[in-house]
């Protein structure tokens, strides 16, 4: 399975960006994919989910009303949609897919994008 993230960018506080993540060899498995986020000097966060069933699930609390999390089944791409960014939402931005369910912790998930960077200025 490759994923291949891509749409980061330097966008203005409350500007918008929609990132792509594009999976390839997954075949027909029951699947999810997830956003996570690293800031310099922090932890890897899940940021929104998708599963295979259609469900988003999110993660954090700061996306509500700001980031949308979608799917388009045909190009095999999952999306994030972030609107009204904040200089705190700069970060490296990876996508992730894991068999089965969502899940919040990063181990979980059995392959990654190679990240994308955004960054927010004030």
């Known amino acids: 399975v490759q994923l291949q993230a891509s749409g980061g960018g330097w966008v203005q506080a409350g500007g918008s960006l929609r990132l792509s993540c594009a999976v390839s060899?997954?075949?027909?498995?029951?699947?999810?994919i997830a956003w996570f986020r690293q800031a310099p000097e922090k932890m890897r966060e899940g940021v929104m989910c998708?599963?295979?069933?259609?469900?988003?699930?999110k993660y954090q609390g700061y996306v509500e009303g700001r980031f949308f999390i979608s799917r388009d089944t045909a190009k095999n791409t999952v999306y994030l949609q972030m609107d009204n960014l904040r200089p705190e939402d700069t970060a490296v931005y990876y996508c992730?897919?894991?068999?089965?369910?969502?899940?919040?912790?990063?181990?979980?998930?059995?392959?990654w994008g190679q990240g994308t960077q955004v960054t927010v200025s004030s």
């Open positions: 992730a897919y894991r068999r089965g369910s969502c899940h919040a912790v990063a181990g979980e998930y059995d392959y």
């Open positions: 060899g997954h075949g027909s498995d029951y699947h999810s």
């Open positions: 998708r599963s295979g069933s259609g469900g988003t699930t």
